[in-house]
């Protein structure tokens, strides 16, 4: 793997292209190709917001702590190091983890969970998603395992929107990225 360097101001224009660029796309296919329901009545979803937002963050929050404990296990372990470096020396502040995360959520969901998901599945969704993010490499094994759970957990939060709202995972997107990103930046 490559080793780069990610700083804050990085971080901030991949956030906020995320937030933009992914969050338009989305409201486009969901405005323009689906039939079924609009971005409202899938923001609105089966539960309020405040139920929405609290699955959503109970969701996150459990798969990041599922996702950390594998993480350090010694054979995943080479893998949080990559991601550590990627950020070593860097000065991102937890302000910068809460906007990367926040930007994740919306955006990523938006597109990802509420236009594309209609079209090709969960699962499609899931494994497409997590591609994107270069996880399902068949040239690293520890990196390919990696992504075989990130698929898993993607789809965990394709059945929450489809289940509890768009919102929910947008919620859940986001609590399990600020405490993926805490536990590679501030863990020793």
Same mark, same amino acid.
């Given at each position: 793997?490559?080793?780069?360097?990610?700083?804050?101001?990085?971080?901030? &224009?991949?956030?906020?292209?995320?937030? @933009?660029?992914? /969050?338009?796309?989305?409201?486009?296919?969901?405005?323009? &190709?689906?039939?079924?329901?609009?971005?409202?009545?899938?923001?609105?979803?089966?539960?309020?917001?405040?139920?929405? $937002?609290?699955?959503?963050?109970?969701?996150?929050?459990?798969?990041?702590?599922?996702?950390?404990?594998?993480?350090?296990?010694?054979?995943?372990?080479?893998?949080?190091?990559?991601?550590?470096?990627?950020?070593?020396?860097?000065?991102?502040?937890?302000?910068? $983890?809460?906007?990367?995360?926040? /930007?994740?959520?919306?955006?990523?969901?938006?597109?990802?969970?509420?236009?594309?998901?209609?079209?090709?599945?969960?699962?499609?969704?899931?494994?497409?998603?997590?591609?994107?993010?270069?996880?399902?490499?068949?040239?690293?094994?520890?990196?390919?395992?990696?992504?075989?759970?990130? @698929?898993?957990?993607?789809?965990?939060?394709?059945?929450?929107?489809?289940? @509890?709202?768009? @919102?929910?995972?947008?919620?859940?997107?986001?609590? &399990?990225?600020?405490?993926?990103?805490?536990?590679? $930046?501030?863990?020793?």
């Amino acid at each position: 793997m490559d080793s780069m360097q990610i700083n804050r101001k990085i971080l901030f &224009f991949l956030s906020l292209f995320t937030l @933009v660029i992914f /969050s338009l796309a989305g409201l486009g296919i969901i405005h323009f &190709f689906r039939e079924d329901k609009t971005v409202i009545q899938l923001m609105a979803g089966s539960q309020t917001w405040l139920w929405q $937002i609290v699955y959503g963050l109970g969701y996150g929050l459990g798969i990041a702590l599922i996702a950390i404990s594998l993480v350090e296990t010694p054979f995943l372990r080479p893998v949080t190091a990559y991601f550590r470096t990627l950020f070593k020396h860097t000065e991102i502040k937890f302000i910068d $983890i809460l906007f990367a995360s926040l /930007s994740a959520g919306i955006g990523e969901e938006l597109l990802f969970r509420g236009g594309l998901q209609y079209f090709l599945g969960i699962w499609i969704t899931a494994i497409i998603f997590v591609a994107i993010h270069g996880y399902l490499n068949p040239n690293n094994s520890k990196l390919f395992v990696y992504g075989l759970l990130m @698929v898993l957990l993607s789809a965990g939060l394709g059945y929450l929107c489809d289940y @509890v709202g768009l @919102v929910s995972a947008m919620a859940g997107h986001a609590m &399990f990225d600020v405490v993926m990103f805490c536990h590679l $930046i501030y863990k020793k």
